[in-house]
């Protein structure tokens, strides 16, 4: 099992490129099952994940080539049996985004549900909901969605209870093919949700609204092929511009779009950090600046992304001051807290959505284990700081979520290397 060894204490200097968004090209990936005609989506990033997810595609019958620019080349028009097994399914949970497009498409589909996973329980009720609504008939059998529609879809208004990612990614694509108009109420508004819906209306959805809380689709008979361009990963974005301020250095990614990182900004810029932007570019400079603590609470986009709040318990692990990292999207998601503290952090949990964190001197490189995605990456974070080596245990985590994230450390000054 792969381990990075780090040995911190370098401020991180120079500039990297941002690679695609996972979760982005995920649900984009599962869009492509609602055509029969060629689609390709460029600047899909290199991760274990998305081989899930393109895996997945081959199963059911789809064609799918990734050509020497790692542009994937999808086209579903002839599948086999539409089912999505629990091998599958357990180990990457977007493979159920494939529900909705295959319900739509199809007329039917198995899919496992995904079941829980380290940081929550995340349950699907949201998207299976909305689905019956449309006309679906939904069994839940020995763990599988039995999903069916023979005479296909209908639109409807739709009102998510949740605020859901997934569920609202589901819906969108189900109601593309689905006879006269849905409109979905609550939605989330995250840009990926934005983008997918931007690739919906590429392959010739009548789709609107996308990116505010209500979407309204107009269905038609098909859609046809096309192009698409995966926007820029904000998380990944994010995590090394904290990386950047927890080190005291200075970088600058690009292809980046600052615009998706309003939040994450203003909180570094609130630690102190000097933050300039362009078009496609975010630079960091902490040089000589003092570090502060910062209050995090996590909320559905606009607000703070909960997938950054590890990343900024490991910058406030080592700030001037305490402050209080508050977590309302997942029931599970402060298991770096205790791996971080082996550094020599000073982090208090309270119930199972507050963390109080006091800054500290320093940390003090130790073994620690890598747990969930982003737990995976604030681990990173706090090595990067640490005095001494750090290795990190069960980085297959990381390899979810950061493509070749050694070599983007290393081009930024880091002291980093895979072991095995
Ligand atoms: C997406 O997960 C992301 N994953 C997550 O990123 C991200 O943390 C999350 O959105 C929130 O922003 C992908 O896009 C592949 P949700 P998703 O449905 O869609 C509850 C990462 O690190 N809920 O928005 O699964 C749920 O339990 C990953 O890259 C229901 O109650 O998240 C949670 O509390 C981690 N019923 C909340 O909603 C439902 O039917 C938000 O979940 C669906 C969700």
């Keep these: 099992m792969d381990k990075l060894s780090i040995t911190g204490g370098n401020p991180l200097s120079g500039r990297l490129r941002v690679s695609g968004a996972k979760n982005s090209t995920l649900p984009i990936l599962a869009g492509t099952l609602l055509t029969d005609q060629p689609v390709t989506i460029c600047n899909a990033p290199h991760l274990h994940d998305v081989t899930t ?38 180990t990457m949970r977007a493979s159920f985004l494939v529900l909705g497009p295959l319900v739509a498409r199809f007329g039917q589909a198995k ?59 589901n819906l969108m694509m189900a109601a593309c093919l689905a006879r006269g108009t849905t409109r979905l109420y609550n939605c989330a508004q995250e840009p990926e949700v934005v983008d997918l819906g931007n690739f919906l209306a590429t392959l010739g959805a009548k789709i609107q609204g996308y990116g505010s809380s209500v979407i309204e689709i107009q269905g038609v008979e098909s ?31 690009v292809d980046a779009d600052p615009t998706t990182l309003t939040a994450v900004l203003e909180k570094l810029q609130q630690a102190g950090a000097r933050i300039t932007t362009g078009d496609d570019w975010i630079e960091l400079d902490m040089r000589d600046r003092q570090l502060r603590a910062v209050d995090i609470e996590t909320a559905p986009y606009p607000g703070f992304p909960t997938d950054m709040q590890a990343q900024f318990m490991a910058l406030n692990a080592v700030a ?6 508050r977590e309302t999207i997942f029931e599970n998601r402060f298991m770096h807290v205790q791996e971080i503290n082996r550094l020599g952090a000073n982090i208090e949990v309270h119930g199972q959505s507050m963390a109080v964190v006091h800054g500290v001197d320093g940390l003090t490189g130790a073994p620690v284990m890598a747990t969930d995605l982003r737990a995976s990456s604030s681990l990173v974070i706090a090595a990067l700081v640490a005095h001494g080596t750090t290795v990190i245990d069960r980085i297959y985590h990381i390899d979810r ?18 072991v095995s």
């Design 53 to 90: 997810m393109i895996e997945l595609l081959g199963s059911l019958g789809v064609e799918v080539v990734v050509d020497e620019k790692l542009n994937v080349e999808v086209c579903a028009r002839s599948l086999g049996e539409l089912l999505a097994p629990y091998e599958l399914v357990k």
């Design 111 to 169: 899919v496992s549900l995904p079941g829980g996973c380290a940081i929550g329980s995340r349950p699907v009720d949201q998207h299976l909901k909305g689905l019956e609504a449309m006309g679906a008939d939904i069994e839940v059998v020995d763990g599988y969605v039995l999903a069916k529609a023979p005479a296909g879809l209908t639109g409807r208004d739709v009102y998510m209870d949740v605020v859901t990612v997934g569920g609202t990614q």
């Design 223 to 253: 859609l046809h092929g096309g192009t698409h361009m995966v926007m820029p990963d904000r998380v990944e974005a994010g995590t090394y511009l904290v990386a950047a301020a927890a080190t005291g250095g200075c970088i600058r990614v």
């Design 320 to 325: 001037e001051g305490a402050a209080t990292i």
């Design 401 to 418: 979520g950061y493509e070749t994230i050694e070599e983007k450390l290393q081009q930024v000054g880091a002291q980093v290397q895979r």
